[in-house]
C-alpha cells in the first residue's frame, strides 16, 4: 500500500509509524506523528488491529484533525479511503 502511495505522490516524503491500538495508543507515537505532519510528511499510522478505527479516531482527536480516514485494500476493489465517523 504504501509503494502505491509513493507511485501517486511521488514529490512528497512519506513514512509509516507503527502504533500500538487504542486504548493503548502512546503518546510519544502521537507526538512523533505530529511532528512529522508539521514537517509536511505524507504520515501513515500502521495499526495491528481489525478494526483500527478506534485508534485513527483518537489519533485524530489527538492531532486535532478535521477528518479521521482509514486506508483499505481490498484485492477484488483496490485501495479505498473512508472517512471515519466523528473524525
Known amino acids: 500500500m504504501v509503494t502505491a502511495?509513493?507511485?501517486r505522490l511521488p514529490r512528497f516524503r512519506l513514512t509509516t509509524v507503527?502504533?500500538?491500538?487504542y486504548p493503548r495508543l502512546r503518546a510519544a507515537d502521537c507526538d512523533l506523528l505530529a511532528d512529522l505532519l508539521n514537517e509536511g510528511t505524507v504520515a501513515v499510522a500502521v495499526v495491528p488491529a481489525a478494526?483500527?478505527?478506534p485508534t485513527a479516531e483518537a489519533l485524530?482527536?489527538?492531532l486535532t484533525a478535521d477528518t479521521a480516514l482509514r486506508l483499505g485494500y481490498d484485492p477484488t476493489?483496490?485501495?479505498?479511503?473512508w472517512t471515519l465517523a466523528g473524525g
Open 5 to 7: 502511495l509513493n507511485a
Open 18 to 21: 507503527h502504533v500500538d491500538a
Open 51 to 53: 478494526d483500527p478505527g
Open 60 to 62: 485524530a482527536a489527538r
Open 77 to 81: 476493489d483496490g485501495t479505498q479511503l
